[in-house]
C-alpha cells in the first residue's frame, strides 16, 4: 500500500521526463476528476476561475517544477502594464509602457531559449571560453504563453482590447492548461469573452470536441510517434545507411510527422477547450494542399502566422512602406519565426527559406499575370503544379529544420540524387510495412477534402454516447498497442 | 457539460476494464494488455514457455569441415615455412619504398587513467594465459601488433573500433585506419577514411548462394570479394575523424591475380608506380612505404579477367586494429570464408588477437536457449584459431538490447542467456571473453545510449558515440591488463637485476628510455641494461 501510495506521489510530482500530456494515462484520470468539479463550479464563476487556475499551475508545475512562478511573474507585470496603458493617455508613455512589456517578455524567452545559443556562437566565433555555458532550463510552453501574453499588451496599446478588471482573470487566460504547453496562441481578444461566460457544451462542441480528440490522438500518437521511431529518425541519423529512395521517404515521413505531431496535439488542445466551453480558432488547415507558399503559411500553424503577421510584419511596416522593404520584412519576420521554433543555426536557415520563398512568391504575383495566391483560384493542372512544387519546397524546408547539421542534410540530398536505387522499392515498402502503411493512410486523409471532415465529425456528434465511448476507447486502445508495439529492426537492402 | 464528464467517466472505466484483458494472439498478431494505470500497478504476464532456437538460423548454410580446414591451413603453413628457408615459387610480395622507414614503436606507457565507469575486465579461459600473452607481446614487441575484430551491423562502418583503434595506438603507438575493403556499397558510411571506387564488383558474403563462381569461393574474413574490369580502380584518402589517420608510414593492397596482370599504385595523387605482376593462385600484396600516405589509389591496368581484389590495409609500426564486419552475420559465415586465403593473408600480417563481435542477429525475446548456437560460436573459435593460429582469441559477449512492451522500453530477457551461451563457448574452447552487456550497463545501458544520441532508436545498434564508450571501456580492459603486463616485467627485470654497487652505474641508469620499457603510471622510468 505504501509502495502506491508512494508510486501516486512520484506520479503526480514535477517530472521533467514526464510533462503531462494529453495522450498519457495520469491526464485521463486527472482531467476525468478535474471536469466533474468544472462541471459542480459552472455557476460559480470566481470559485470556477480559481479552480481552472490551480489546476492549469498544476499541469505546469508536473513539467516544469517551480518555473510556474514565471507565469504568474508574466501574469502580472502584464496585467499590470495592460491596465496602466489603459489608463495612460500621453503617446510616449504609452510607448514606454508596450515597450516595456516587449523587452520584459522578450528578456524572459531570450534568457531561457536563447542564452546557451548565444554562447555557442561567440564560442564558435571567439574561440571557446569566451562566455561559459550556463545550464540554463528551459521552461515548457514559454514561447506560446510569452507570445500571447505580448498579444494582449499590443493590443491594447493599439485600442483593440479593453484590459481585464481582475488578475485572477489575466492568469486564467495565459495559463488555461489546454493550450498551455503547445498552442495554438490563443489571442487575448480571442480568449477574454469567453472566461466569465456561462460554460455551455452543446451537443455539437461535444460531437467536435471528441472529433478533434479522436483525430488528434490518431494523428499524434499513432501516426507521427510510429514513423519518427520506426522510421524518420533512423534515417535522419545516419543517411549513408539508406538508399536515396529510404532517405526520401524519410523526408515525406518527417513532413508527415511534424504535421500530424503539431496538428493532432493542437487539435486535442482545441478538442479539451471545446469540453470545457471555450473555442479556439482552427491552428492546421491541410497545410500541404496549399498551391503556393503563400497559401501554405494560411494553412500551417495558424495561430503562429497570423500572431508574426500581425504583431511583427505590420510592427516592421507591412507592406506599407514599398516593395523592397516589404519583401525584407517578410524576410526579417520569417528568420524570427525560424529562431521562435529552436534556438539553432537550421531553425534561422529553415526561417529564411520561407522568407525568400514568400518574398519571391510575392514578387511572382506582381510580375506574372494572373498568378494566384490561392489553389482555388487556380486551374486544376495549376494547382496540381503549385500543389507539388509548393510541398516539394516545404520538404527542403523541413530537411532543412529537422537534419543536426547542414552536412547530414548534405548527405540526404546525396543520397537522393545519387543512390536512389528504385530496383530496392518494393523490397524497401515490404520491410517497413507498418510505417509504410501509416504514410499512405496519413498522407490519403490529408488530400480527403474538407466534406470528408465534415462528415465524420457529425457522424460523431450525433453517434449515441455508447457508441462514442467506444469509438474513444478503440482509439486509445490502439495507442497503447501501438506505444507498445516492437520497435521495427533495421533492415537492410543495399545488396 | 454533463453529458461531457459522462462519456470521459465511461471512457475511463472502460479503459480499466480492459486494462484486465490479458495480452493474447488473434490471428497470429500479438495483442498487448492495455494496462491503462501501468504507471501504478503493473501486471505480472504469464510466462509463455520459452520458444526454442532452431528456427534462428540454419546450420546447413553454413555448414564446415574443420578437419578439412585444418588441411588446407597446414598445407599453407607448410608452404610458408619452406618459403623461409628457399624463395617462393611466385613473388608474393610487391614492395615500392618511397622513403625508407626507420621509425620504430613509440615508447609504451600505461596510463592507468579509466576512460569507462566501470572496469569490465576481460575473463581468460585460456590454459595459457592467451590475453596475458598478446599484453606481452603489445608492451615489449618492437613490431606492428595487428587486431582484428570480426563482427557484424553492430561495428559497421569502424563503429567501436574507430575509438579502439585511437586508444589502443595513443597508449602503443600506431597510426592508420586498418582494413578498408576495395569496394562495397557501405564505404560511404565509414568516416575513418574515404573510398571512391569505380570498376569493381563486390560481392558479400552473406549472399554466397548468388556470388558467380569462382568469386564464391575466395572469401577472406572481411566478407567482400570484388571484381575488377580493365582500368578499375580505387582510391582511398586519409580522414581526420579520429587521431591518427590523416597519414600512416606503409599501406598495403591486397589482392589475386591468377593470370599475369599489371596493377599501378598512386601515392598522394602525385607519386605513381607500376607492378607486373606474374599469374599464380596465392594472394599478392602490394606494399608501398612513405613517411606520409595521406591517400593511395589502385588501379588495375590489365589482366583483371580473374583478378579478385580484397581491399588495402593503412598503418605502419604499433597497434593496427582492422575491422571486419558482415551486416546480418552471426558469426557462422567464417566457415564460408576460404582458410587457404586466410591463412595466406595471416602470414602476411600474423594477427596477434581476433576478437569476435556476434550473437545480436540470433538473439530474440522469449528465446532462452542457445546450446546450438554455443556450439557454432566454438566452432568459429576453432576455425580462427586454425587460421590465425598466432592470435589471441577474445569473445564480446552480445551487447545490450532492448524492446518495446507494455511496461514501456526494457532490457530484452533473452540478454543473459545468449551471455551464457557466448562465455560458456569461449570456456570450453579456452577462448577469452568481454561482456559488452556489462560494460554498456556500466554506461547506463542501451536506454541511455539512446537517450544520449549514441545509438539508433532500435535500441540495438550503436553509432560511433556509442562505439566510443564501448571501445573505451574494451580498451579499459586491455590497458588493465597491459598494466599487469607491465607489472609481471618489472618484476621479472627486478629478479634478474644485479645490486647496484658502484656509483659509476648510475650515468648508465640515466639513459634516454629504451623502446618499450613501460612503466606503469606513465613516469619515464629507465631499465638497466643489463
Known amino acids: 500500500m505504501e509502495t502506491l501510495l508512494t508510486k501516486i506521489q512520484t506520479l503526480l510530482s514535477y517530472d521533467p521526463q514526464s510533462p503531462l500530456i494529453f495522450s498519457s494515462g495520469l491526464f485521463l484520470y486527472l482531467f476525468v476528476g478535474f471536469l466533474l468539479g468544472y462541471w459542480l463550479l459552472r455557476k460559480t464563476t470566481h470559485l470556477r476561475i480559481l479552480y481552472v487556475v490551480a489546476f492549469s499551475l498544476y499541469f505546469y508545475y508536473k513539467s516544469s517544477g517551480l518555473y510556474f512562478a514565471l507565469l504568474i511573474m508574466a501574469a502580472t507585470y502584464d496585467y499590470l502594464i495592460g491596465y496602466s496603458l489603459y489608463l495612460t493617455k500621453g503617446r510616449t508613455a504609452r510607448k514606454l509602457l508596450v515597450t516595456m512589456s516587449v523587452v520584459m517578455n522578450l528578456a524572459m524567452l531570450g534568457y531561457f531559449k536563447y542564452t546557451n545559443f548565444l554562447f555557442d556562437l561567440t564560442n564558435q566565433l571567439f574561440g571557446v571560453g569566451f562566455l561559459d555555458f550556463q545550464n540554463i532550463f528551459l521552461p515548457v510552453g514559454i514561447s506560446f504563453f510569452v507570445f500571447q501574453s505580448m498579444s494582449y499588451t499590443i493590443d491594447i496599446y493599439r485600442g483593440n482590447l479593453r484590459p481585464l478588471n481582475s488578475w485572477f482573470d489575466y492568469l486564467f487566460y495565459l495559463s488555461f492548461f489546454p493550450q498551455l504547453v503547445a498552442g495554438p496562441i490563443v489571442r487575448a481578444s480571442n480568449f477574454i469573452p469567453q472566461i466569465r461566460r456561462k460554460p455551455v457544451v ?12 479522436l483525430t488528434g490522438l490518431f494523428k499524434k500518437a499513432i501516426i507521427s510517434d510510429y514513423i519518427a521511431l520506426n522510421f524518420v529518425d533512423r534515417i535522419f541519423d545516419e543517411p549513408l545507411l539508406y538508399s536515396g529512395f529510404e532517405c526520401l521517404m524519410g523526408i515525406y515521413g518527417y513532413a508527415l510527422q511534424i504535421y500530424c505531431d503539431f496538428s493532432g496535439y493542437s487539435d486535442m488542445a482545441i478538442g479539451l477547450a471545446l469540453l470545457m466551453g471555450f473555442h479556439f480558432p482552427k491552428n492546421f488547415d491541410a497545410p500541404y494542399r496549399s498551391a503556393t507558399i503563400t497559401e501554405f503559411w494560411r494553412r500551417w500553424h495558424i495561430s503562429l502566422s497570423s500572431w508574426l503577421r500581425d504583431y511583427l510584419y505590420i510592427s516592421l511596416g507591412g507592406n506599407r512602406k514599398g516593395r523592397v522593404r516589404t519583401y525584407l520584412n517578410l524576410l526579417i519576420t520569417m ?6 521554433h529552436g534556438a539553432a543555426v537550421r531553425f534561422i536557415l529553415w526561417g529564411a527559406l520561407h522568407g525568400i520563398a514568400l518574398a519571391v512568391h510575392k514578387m511572382w504575383l506582381q510580375v506574372v499575370p494572373g498568378a494566384k495566391t490561392l489553389g482555388k483560384d487556380m486551374n486544376p493542372v495549376m494547382r496540381l503544379l503549385g500543389t507539388l512544387f509548393t510541398f516539394h519546397l516545404v520538404c527542403l524546408g523541413w530537411l532543412v529544420f529537422r537534419a543536426d547539421s547542414m552536412q547530414t542534410a548534405g548527405l540526404m540530398l546525396h543520397q537522393i540524387f545519387s543512390a536512389f536505387d528504385a530496383s530496392l522499392i518494393p523490397q524497401i515498402i515490404a520491410g517497413y510495412s507498418g510505417a509504410f502503411l501509416l504514410l499512405a493512410i496519413g498522407y490519403v486523409l490529408h488530400a480527403i477534402p474538407d466534406r470528408g471532415d465534415q462528415w465524420l465529425r457529425g457522424a460523431i456528434t450525433n453517434a449515441p454516447m455508447g457508441l462514442q465511448v467506444a469509438m474513444m476507447v478503440l482509439m486509445i486502445w490502439l495507442v497503447m498497442q501501438v506505444k507498445s508495439s516492437d520497435i521495427q529492426p533495421f533492415i537492410y537492402f543495399q545488396f | 457539460m454533463l453529458r461531457g464528464w459522462k462519456t470521459a467517466l465511461w471512457i475511463l472505466l472502460a479503459l480499466i476494464g480492459i486494462a484486465l484483458i490479458p495480452p493474447v494472439t488473434v490471428g497470429g498478431v500479438e495483442l498487448r494488455r492495455a494496462n491503462i494505470f501501468a504507471d501504478l500497478y503493473r501486471f505480472e504476464e504469464r510466462a509463455t514457455d520459452p520458444a526454442t532456437e532452431e ?30 628457408t628457399m624463395p617462393h615459387e611466385v613473388q608474393i610480395d610487391y614492395r615500392w619504398v618511397v622513403d625508407a622507414q626507420t621509425a620504430t614503436r613509440h615508447e609504451v606507457t600505461i596510463n592507468p587513467a579509466r576512460y569507462s565507469s566501470r572496469l569490465t575486465s576481460i575473463e581468460d579461459f585460456s590454459a595459457e594465459g592467451a590475453i596475458a600473452a598478446f599484453c606481452d607481446t603489445l608492451i615489449e614487441a618492437n613490431r606492428p601488433i595487428r587486431i582484428a575484430v570480426l563482427g557484424d551491423s553492430f561495428i559497421e562502418g569502424d563503429i567501436l573500433t574507430a575509438d579502439l583503434r585511437e586508444r589502443l595506438q595513443t597508449a602503443f603507438g600506431g ?60 582510391r582511398w584518402e586519409a580522414t581526420t575523424f579520429r587521431k591518427g589517420l590523416d597519414s600512416c608510414q606503409m599501406a598495403r593492397v591486397l589482392f589475386r591475380s591468377p593470370d599475369s596482370s599489371r596493377v599501378q599504385l598512386i601515392l598522394n595523387d602525385s607519386l605513381s608506380h607500376e607492378f607486373s605482376v606474374e599469374g599464380a593462385s596465392q594472394v599478392r600484396q602490394a606494399i608501398v612505404e612513405a613517411s606520409a600516405i595521406h591517400s593511395l589509389e589502385f588501379k588495375v591496368l590489365e589482366g583483371a579477367a580473374n583478378m579478385v581484389g580484397y581491399g588495402a590495409l593503412f598503418g605502419g609500426q604499433g597497434v593496427e586494429v582492422d575491422n571486419y564486419s558482415v551486416r546480418s552475420n552471426n558469426g557462422q559465415a567464417i566457415f564460408r570464408t576460404n582458410p587457404t586465403i586466410n591463412a595466406e593473408i595471416n602470414a602476411m600480417l600474423n594477427y596477434d588477437l581476433v576478437i569476435l563481435q556476434y550473437g545480436l542477429n540470433i538473439m530474440q525475446a522469449g528465446v532462452y536457449k542457445y546450446t546450438s548456437y554455443g556450439q557454432q560460436i566454438e566452432k568459429v573459435i ?14 564480446m559477449g552480445v551487447s545490450d538490447r532492448a524492446i518495446k512492451n507494455e511496461n514501456g522500453v526494457e532490457t530484452m530477457d533473452a540478454i543473459p542467456y545468449m551471455i551464457d551461451c557466448q562465455r560458456s563457448a569461449a570456456r570450453n574452447q579456452g577462448a577469452a571473453f568481454w561482456s559488452t552487456f556489462d560494460a554498456m550497463q556500466a554506461e547506463g545501458g542501451i536506454r541511455e545510449f539512446v537517450a544520449k544520441g549514441w545509438a539508433g532508436k532500435d535500441f540495438t545498434h550503436i553509432n560511433y558515440g556509442g562505439g566510443r564508450r564501448v571501445a573505451w571501456a574494451l580498451f579499459d580492459a586491455i590497458n588493465d591488463e597491459a598494466a599487469k603486463a607491465v607489472a609481471r616485467r618489472q618484476r621479472r627485470l627486478e629478479a634478474t637485476k644485479p645490486v647496484i654497487d658502484s656509483i659509476e652505474q648510475l650515468p648508465h641508469l640515466m639513459k634516454p628510455l629504451e623502446v618499450g620499457t613501460p612503466t606503469l603510471n606513465g613516469a619515464v622510468q629507465a631499465i638497466p641494461q643489463l
Not at chain 2, 383 to 388: D, E, H, L, N
Open chain 1, 202 to 213: 452543446t451537443r455539437e462542441m461535444l460531437g467536435s470536441a471528441l472529433f478533434l480528440i
Open chain 1, 335 to 340: 528568420l524570427l519565426g525560424g529562431l521562435w
Open chain 2, 55 to 84: 528456427y534462428l538460423f540454419d546450420e546447413t548454410e553454413f555448414e564446415v569441415d574443420l578437419e578439412a580446414v585444418k588441411g588446407q591451413v597446414e598445407a599453407v603453413q607448410q608452404q610458408i615455412a619452406q618459403a623461409d
Open chain 2, 175 to 234: 597510426r592508420g585506419t586498418g582494413f578498408t575493403p576495395m569496394a562495397s556499397p557501405l564505404t560511404g558510411f565509414r568516416r575513418t577514411i574515404k573510398t571512391q571506387s569505380k570498376g569493381w564488383t563486390a560481392y558479400n558474403i552473406m549472399q554466397h548462394k548468388s556470388v558467380p563462381a569462382p568469386y564464391n569461393e575466395q572469401f577472406f574474413v572481411s566478407g567482400w570479394v570484388c571484381r575488377p574490369t580493365d582500368g578499375a580502380s580505387t
Open chain 2, 382 to 395: 576453432t576455425y580462427c584459431r586454425q587460421c590465425f593460429p598466432s592470435a589471441a582469441i577474445l569473445v
